[in-house]
């Protein structure tokens, strides 16, 4: 039976739910919120210690301002109203991607980092204005910079995952099956879920089955 240290999830379909459900983009995104928080506790019951949920891309600023403020926003929110829950919890909260957004939202997201920082149930890795494309690029440039070796494992000292280990299963919700720039040097042998539902109709017994599933595959790492 395998192990499972680390899932990943591309939390696809919030705005098509939204516009199906509500006639509102962000009524998705505000219903996704209940989905993070099924899936936070059915991790913890699993004993996963790491939950890496890609909530905003390089790309994802291309879509309309009032939609990527109201995102902000809704995170500014859900920061402020459960990050002392979190610690409670025992829960570690980690952005991974380049933190260049108000000086609002990178205070409450360096604030929840340092208030969780000592805990150790389970690390949310929430991947913000990350591509996987600029994490490479800017760990070879600081490679250069120090003059050291290329070989996989100074790579992965200069990744944004650093210390953590590879996802043992992506999931990616909403009918769509391609990775989007997320995570593509640490998900080289990850068992990839493509899941029909919506984000925000993604629920513990879809969950369940994904894990459940990924138990009994037999992984080879290139052996037979």
């Known amino acids: 039976m ?12 919030n705005g098509r739910w939204g516009l199906k459900q509500k006639k509102s983009r962000n009524a998705g995104h505000k219903a996704g919120l209940k989905s993070v928080e099924r899936i936070i506790k059915k991790s913890i019951e699993y004993n996963i210690k790491f939950l890496t949920l890609f909530a905003f891309s390089t ?9 990527i403020d109201y995102l902000f926003n809704l995170l500014e929110s859900f920061l402020i109203s459960r990050i002392d829950e979190f610690d409670k919890q025992d829960i570690k909260f980690k952005v991974i991607g380049k933190k260049n957004f108000s000086k609002k939202l990178n205070l409450l997201l360096n604030s929840a980092e340092k208030k969780t920082s000592k805990n150790s149930k ?13 994490e490479l690029v800017n760990a070879f440039k600081k ?3 120090n003059n050291i070796n290329i070989d996989e494992k100074n790579i992965e000292k200069f990744l944004y995952t650093k ?3 590879n996802p ?9 099956k391609r990775l989007s720039n997320f995570l593509l040097w640490q998900i080289a ?4 879920f493509f899941e029909k539902k919506l984000w925000p109709d993604f629920n513990e017994t879809d969950y369940s089955k994904i894990i459940n599933k990924f138990k009994k595959v037999k992984r080879n790492y290139g052996n037979i």
């Open 163 to 165: 210390n953590i280990p």
């Open 2 to 13: 395998n192990p499972i240290n680390h899932v990943a999830i591309i939390m696809d379909g």
């Open 122 to 134: 389970i690390q949310i890795n929430l991947a913000l204005n990350y591509g996987s494309k600029f």
């Open 143 to 145: 490679i250069i910079k």
């Open 59 to 67: 790309e994802n600023w291309k879509r309309p301002k009032k939609e």
């Open 168 to 176: 043992d299963i992506l999931i990616r919700t909403g009918n769509t």
């Open 189 to 192: 042998y990850s068992e990839i």
